[in-house]
């Protein structure tokens, strides 16, 4: 186990330090990888992605070229490591290992659940794929990318970087659907507003106990550190939430943040970690933390996306310049999601079948390189600008190559699932507004004639005369839902809380959702009906876009 771990660690260490380096060296790039200049096409455009560049060609195979060479003689034995603990109990392989041990099914089993959903998903990837290569195009004629093409693999690289984690890239900001409607700048917002890190926590508090959830206590907000000191410059504290007693349900944060958007992030994140933790202070002992942290990151993200959304922002006046119709602030911001999400879905079904073959010798070690890149067209749509040599280890250059093979499935499932969860919390307070009133939470907005114009560059935000399949369409603004005051959404999501105290696996979780949806049949994981459903009705104004745009761009669906 040592020998495994230190593997793991050497890995992680020397994926990290080159990074660090292809990050600086790509910072200096010029045209055409740095942003296309907008100026020239879209006056109104203001830069939200300042200082991220594109990776050329070349510097990211130099990149995939040293990395490969270092970690390859270390994957070998990582497998026989990973094969040799399945062994020890008494599983064939590993897949099967993690597999049967997290979901109760084998590999292969749960690749065709796995595949299910992934083709309810392809119609959605397929139009983004088809929107992002167009664009591709456009920005970086240079290319000379087809039409029909694969996304060469380099321009999506930078979705792997520091930059992932504050919502930019390189690529977001030029490919939106309205590169020129002016970003909302939160960070500028908050300062205009005078918000504080106390502040956002407090916001995040009304709105968490407005559900019913149980409030902080008194001794949270006198002793916790929202801001650094301003007597001590060298006082240092990262964002975390500490447990001081287990029976009061006694908690501190430790945050040392700024007026800014990251802090709000992380502010609402950290509160939602307290309020789910408070939940469980009055069962029994054994039963006060979940059994399996992957639930609270589920359960914690998906009570997070009511508290980003247009509701939330506009309850704390951040919203002054934007109607609450304004299409083309809805559509960024979904693709602003959408952008980050998918890389993340796609990339862990190409690692969860490249496990499955590994693990089981179905690949020659000589045929690892041609085999991986297979996978990225299969799944993701992308391959490099030209042929990657057979004998180099490409694969190694990606963090998923040495964790289990359950980490990239839990990555699948969780990320639609959250999705699942927030829309029954939707619907439920959805039932509540309407016992008050005839109205419902999840209002349609106007929309206008069409939902979109094809990307008319030089002027970015005109969208009359147009006509629209959306606008034919009476759809749930999921993506809209205001969860503010519904108590019933936050009883639920107690009781759903409080029961992953006994509950140790995915199955389980899943079956104890259909029970809480008032479904009368207790179902196993295998015939639980898994699908994606709410996620695809949160991006469905997106789709709509996607499906009219690439239609009248006489875009290439597909690859």
């Known amino acids: ?178 590169p020129g409607k002016i970003h909302l700048n939160l960070t500028n917002e908050l300062r205009r507003r005078r918000y504080s890190p106390s502040s956002m926590a407090k916001f995040a508090e009304d709105f968490l106990t407005s559900m019913g959830l149980p409030l902080m206590s008194p001794l949270f907000w006198s002793e916790s550190i929202f801001q650094k000191p301003l007597n001590n410059s060298n006082f240092n504290c990262d964002p975390k939430l500490f447990e001081l007693d287990n029976r009061r349900g006694d908690m501190r944060l430790s945050l040392c943040g700024q007026t800014n958007e990251m802090t709000l992030k992380t502010v609402n994140q950290l509160m939602v970690t307290g309020t789910l933790r408070s939940i469980l202070y009055n069962q029994p002992f054994l039963f006060r933390h979940f059994s399996n942290n992957q639930f609270q990151e589920t359960i914690q993200e998906a009570l997070l996306l009511g508290m980003r959304n247009q509701p939330y922002l506009r309850r704390m006046a951040l919203l002054e310049d934007y109607e609450d119709n304004d299409l083309p602030f809805l559509l960024n911001n979904l693709y602003r999601e959408l952008f980050h999400l998918f890389p993340r879905i796609t990339r862990s079904l190409v690692f969860h079948q490249w496990n499955l073959d590994i693990y089981r010798g179905r690949i020659k070690t000589s045929d690892y390189n041609d085999h991986f890149w297979n996978l990225r067209l299969k799944y993701e749509g992308i391959r490099p600008k030209e042929p990657r040599p057979t004998i180099r280890f490409d694969v190694g250059a990606y963090i998923n190559t040495f964790q289990t093979p359950s980490e990239n499935i839990r990555i699948f499932i969780s990320t639609f699932l959250k999705y699942d969860i927030f829309d029954f919390l939707c619907s439920l307070a959805d039932e509540e ?46 993506h809209n839902c205001d969860l503010f005051g519904k108590s019933k959404s936050g009883e639920w999501l107690s009781s759903l809380v409080k029961s992953t105290g006994s509950i140790s696996s995915w199955p389980k979780l899943i079956e104890k959702l259909k029970l809480l949806k008032n479904e009368k049949r207790i179902l196993d994981f295998q015939s639980l009906d898994l699908n994606p459903s709410a996620m695809l009705r949160y991006f469905h104004p997106l789709f709509d876009y996607f499906k009219e745009v690439n239609r009248k761009r006489e875009l290439f669906i597909g690859w």
């Open 1 to 178: 186990m040592n020998s495994l771990n230190q593997i793991i660690q050497n890995a992680s260490d020397t994926q990290w330090k080159e990074k660090q380096k292809i990050r600086q060296k790509s910072k200096m790039m010029r045209s055409p990888y740095q942003l296309p200049n907008h100026e020239t096409k879209s006056p109104t455009t203001k830069s939200y992605c300042k200082g991220t560049s594109i990776i050329s060609h070349s510097d990211w195979s130099s990149y995939l070229d040293t990395i490969g060479e270092t970690l390859k003689p270390l994957y070998p034995n990582f497998i026989k490591f990973m094969n040799e603990e399945a062994h020890l109990n008494r599983s064939p392989e590993a897949t099967d290992y993690w597999i049967s041990s997290v979901y109760q099914l084998n590999g292969i089993e749960f690749q065709k659940i796995l595949d299910n959903i992934w083709n309810q998903l392809l119609p959605l990837y397929r139009e983004f794929h088809a929107h992002l290569r167009g664009e591709i195009r456009f920005l970086w004629e240079i290319e000379n990318i087809s039409k029909n093409d694969p996304i060469p693999a380099h321009f999506l690289e930078i979705l792997d970087s520091e930059n992932e984690n504050q919502q930019c890239s390189a690529l977001y900001e030029p490919t939106r659907p309205y």
């Open 433 to 478: 507004l309407n016992q008050l009133s005839s109205s419902s939470i999840l209002q349609q907005p106007q929309l206008p004639t069409s939902i979109i114009q094809p990307p008319i560059r030089s002027s970015g935000n005109d969208i009359s005369n147009q006509t629209s399949v959306a606008s034919k369409k009476k759809m749930i603004n999921l």
